[in-house]
C-alpha cells in the first residue's frame, strides 16, 4: 500500500506522451541490467531449488525446471520483441527494460 500511495504521489514519468502514454525509456546501461537479471535468474535458482532442503532428485527437477522456464521465457518474448520492433533486443527481456 505505501508504494502504491508514493507512486500516486510522484504521478506519471516526465517524458509521458499524450493520452497517457509512455514514450520509451532505454536503460542507461545495458550492463548493469543484463547484470540484475543474471543475479535475479540465479536467486530464482537459490529459491526453487534450495526448497527442497537438501542436494536430491526434487532440487534437480527443479533447479531443471527454473532453467527452461526462464530460457522459454526469453526466447519467447526475444521473437515477439523481433517481431513487434523488427530488430533483435536482449533488454526486452530483462524484468528492467
Known amino acids: 500500500m505505501g508504494a ?3 507512486s500516486i504521489i ?3 514519468r516526465m517524458g509521458s506522451g499524450p493520452n497517457g502514454v509512455i514514450k520509451s525509456h532505454r536503460p542507461h ?3 548493469n541490467v543484463m547484470l540484475g537479471t543474471a543475479f535475479l535468474w540465479f536467486g530464482w535458482f537459490g529459491f526453487n531449488a534450495g526448497s527442497a532442503l537438501g542436494a536430491n532428485l526434487r532440487a534437480v527437477m527443479a533447479f531443471l525446471v527454473t532453467n ?3 530460457c522459454t521465457g ?5 521473437f515477439m520483441d523481433y517481431r513487434l520492433e523488427k530488430k533483435w533486443s536482449v533488454v526486452g527481456v530483462t524484468p528492467y527494460g
Request: overall charge neutral; aromatic content about 12%; hydrophobic content about 60%.
Open 10 to 12: 510522484l504521478g506519471p
Open 4 to 6: 502504491l500511495a508514493y
Open 74 to 78: 526469453a526466447m519467447t518474448w526475444i
Open 29 to 31: 546501461s545495458i550492463s
Open 68 to 70: 527452461l522456464a526462464g
